[in-house]
T-cell receptor, first 115, second 113 residues
Framework: DTGVSQDPRHKITKRGQNVTFRCDPI?????LYWYRQTLGQGPEFLTY????????KSRLLSDRFSAERPKGSFSTLEIQRTEQGDSAMYLC?????????????FGPGTRLTVL | QKEVEQDPGPLSVPEGAIVSLNCTYS??????FMWYRQYSRKGPELLMY????GNKEDGRFTAQVDKSSKYISLFIRDSQPSDSATYLC?????????????FGTGTRLAVRP
């Protein structure tokens, strides 16, 4: 399977714990995006990387959130001191812009439940 | 007011019906328009990608963009039970803004056999 993969698929944690998610983009895709989706809503942009550089962060990304893409390949999203409001599906997408096209391909997501 | 408005449904139609899904938006900077399909507890899957105004057809799917009205549509012909999913419209501005997507809330569609 050469699509975007995310790990873990599900994570249950207690309030106050730290969690880390991993995203492996499609090989050769230089852009990687993180989105968050809550029940009944569309995905909301969190941050994106061009290669290893983090170029934009949403105001949704509080200081408890940090994302990295150290070698321009896989990325991690860490949430410190989780809160119940962090419960959501965390989606990763990757793309390779060509001319006017920048199609983002999404992974299956990591569903986080904070108890 | 949200930048992208989409009726959440649910929309229930019989098999074989033509389905019309719509979104309106307020940001005139949006230039790229997409429709994604999302099955329950799965990631979104791209269906259609269009640039600026006009129509685009792919099999049973037709996407329309009317930038003057800030209105986009997705038509599904000969709908099938396997089309039952949530349909998300998404859009982005010029590439200088990083192509982050702004999504609608999604419309849940159920196609009855």
């Amino acid at each position: 399977d050469t699509g975007v993969s995310q790990d873990p698929r599900h994570k249950i944690t207690k309030r106050g714990q730290n969690v880390t998610f991993r995203c492996d983009p499609i090989s050769e895709h230089n852009r990687l995006y993180w989105y968050r989706q809550t029940l009944g809503q569309g995905p909301e942009f969190l941050t994106y990387f061009q290669n290893e550089a983090q170029l934009e962060k949403s105001r949704l990304l509080s200081d408890r959130f940090s994302a990295e893409r150290p070698k321009g390949s896989f990325s991690t999203l860490e949430i410190q001191r989780t809160e119940q409001g962090d419960s959501a599906m965390y989606l990763c997408a990757s793309s390779l812009p060509i001319a006017l096209t920048d199609t983002q391909y999404f992974g299956p997501g990591t569903r986080l439940t904070v108890l | 007011q949200k930048e992208v408005e989409q009726d959440p449904g649910p929309l229930s139609v019989p098999e074989g019906a033509i389905v019309s899904l719509n979104c309106t938006y307020s940001n005139s900077a949006f230039q790229y328009f997409m429709w994604y399909r999302q099955y329950s507890r799965k990631g979104p899957e791209l269906l259609m990608y269009t640039y600026s105004s006009g129509n685009k057809e792919d099999g049973r799917f037709t996407a329309q963009v009317d930038k003057s009205s800030k209105y986009i549509s997705l038509f599904i012909r000969d709908s099938q039970p396997s089309d039952s999913a949530t349909y998300l419209c998404a859009m982005s501005a010029e590439k200088s803004s990083g192509d982050k997507l702004t999504f609608g809330t999604g419309t849940r569609l159920a196609v009855r056999p």
